[in-house]
């Protein structure tokens, strides 16, 4: 990102990383978060999970 940033460039997230529409098209970098996976929190007296952005 900070490359992307000193270049100008744009820089855009997805999940997966392709879509059967533009949704995933960019002329700038795209960014897959695939292997920011695992758990970072279990808040049981919440019902609550934190993960990370590519968690599936």
Do not use: N, Q, W, Y
Request: proline share 4%; net charge positive.
């Amino acid at each position: 990102m900070r490359r992307a940033a000193e270049d100008g460039l744009r820089v855009k997230t997805v999940g997966t990383g392709h879509s059967f529409t533009s949704i995933a098209a960019t002329d700038g970098v795209l960014i897959r978060p695939g292997l920011l996976t695992g758990i970072r929190r279990i808040d049981r007296e919440a019902m609550t999970v934190t993960v990370e952005s590519g968690t599936p």
